[in-house]
């Protein structure tokens, strides 16, 4: 699977990956594809949930809302989850897996950032080893900084101005920003990732997207009205 070698966590991984059917020649390339896929993020999320040194319930119930799990896939994903989130270490492999398999769609790789702030942010602190696991996963995945603190501001209130949120500078003009915020919500609203072929549990995360732009807009409006 080229989850890398050495490790008991990643030994048992593999075994795992194993007991799914990832090492049978007769899965499809595809299957073999989307296997890999979901094992991948999985770890991603469950190694985020100890990046700050404690893995609390409150990140793997955000795991759940994130990711609805057919009831036949519960116990594996579960057992997956709980050894992925023993440590962080190893969640470079998983971030670089990630970016090869949506090489070609950078839209679903967002996401998959999105879902890991969404379950970074779960237990209402954002801690700096968190920050440092998520600007990393976004580098490996080809987001600059620029756009990784645009996504970042959707999730994690700090004191900054509704611009970084928008990712626009405070020079742009009136009709410049108009049309830009109008681009973020015709490829953020949840009709059109439905429409695209976006999974359906990235929808929820795109509803929060769109709050967030809408209240960034209002408050920029506000702002140079007075």
Excluded: W
């Excluded at 050894?83 to 090869?100: L, N």
């Excluded at 954002?126 to 490996?140: I, K, M, P």
């Excluded at 987001?143 to 970084?164: G, L, N």
């Amino acid at each position: 699977m080229g989850f890398g070698e050495g490790g008991v966590v990643r030994s048992v991984l593999s075994s795992l990956c194993a007991s799914l059917g990832l090492d049978q020649p007769t899965r499809s390339r595809s299957q073999q594809t989307g296997v890999a896929f979901t094992i991948a993020v999985i770890a991603l999320c469950a190694k985020l949930s100890k990046a700050d040194g404690v893995s609390l319930a409150l990140e793997a119930r955000a795991f759940e809302q994130v990711f609805h799990v057919p009831p036949e896939e519960e116990a594996n994903v579960e057992h997956l989850y709980d050894i992925a989130k023993q440590d962080a270490a190893g969640y470079d492999a998983y971030a670089d897996r990630v970016a090869t398999l949506l090489a070609d769609e950078p839209h679903l790789k967002r996401d998959v950032l999105e879902a890991l702030f969404h379950i970074a942010a779960a237990d209402g602190v954002f801690h700096g080893a968190e920050d440092a696991y998520l600007r990393d996963v976004a580098r490996r995945f080809g987001f600059s900084e620029t756009e990784y603190h645009a996504i970042r501001a959707m999730f994690v209130r700090d004191p900054t101005d509704p611009y970084t949120i928008l990712g626009v500078s405070p020079g742009i003009p009136d009709d410049e920003l108009k049309a830009h915020y109008r681009r973020l919500l015709r490829e953020n609203h949840p009709d059109t990732l439905i429409a695209h072929g976006v999974p359906e549990e990235f929808i929820d995360i795109a509803t929060r997207k769109v709050a967030a732009l809408n209240a960034a807009y209002d408050e920029i409006m506000k702002e140079r009205a007075l």
